[in-house]
C-alpha cells in the first residue's frame, strides 16, 4: 500500500497530463481543427492520459493509506 503522499503526488502528476491533455483537445475544437495529425494525436494523447488515470485508481492497494 502506497503513503498518502505517495498517492497525492502521483494523481496530481498524473491529472496534470490528464487536464494538459483535455485542454489539447479543446483548443483544437476552438480551432475547428477536429480532424487529421493534429486532433488524432490529442485523442490518443487525452485517451492514454485517461487510461493510466484510471489505471493507477483501480489497481488493488493503490489508494491512501488509512494509518
Same mark, same amino acid.
Given at each position: 500500500?502506497? +503513503?498518502?503522499?505517495? &498517492?497525492? $503526488?502521483?494523481?496530481?502528476? !498524473? !491529472?496534470?497530463? %490528464?487536464?494538459?491533455? $483535455?485542454? *489539447?483537445?479543446?483548443? %483544437?475544437? +476552438? +480551432?475547428?481543427?477536429? +480532424? *487529421?495529425?493534429? =486532433?488524432? /494525436? @490529442?485523442?490518443?494523447?487525452?485517451? /492514454?492520459?485517461?487510461?493510466? =488515470?484510471?489505471? &493507477? !485508481?483501480?489497481?488493488?492497494?493503490? *489508494?491512501? @493509506? $488509512?494509518?
Amino acid at each position: 500500500m502506497i +503513503s498518502v503522499e505517495d &498517492f497525492r $503526488t502521483q494523481s496530481h502528476a !498524473l !491529472l496534470i497530463e %490528464l487536464d494538459a491533455a $483535455t485542454m *489539447g483537445m479543446m483548443v %483544437l475544437v +476552438s +480551432s475547428r481543427c477536429v +480532424s *487529421g495529425p493534429a =486532433w488524432d /494525436d @490529442a485523442t490518443k494523447r487525452h485517451h /492514454d492520459a485517461y487510461e493510466i =488515470w484510471n489505471a &493507477f !485508481l483501480n489497481v488493488p492497494d493503490s *489508494g491512501p @493509506a $488509512t494509518h
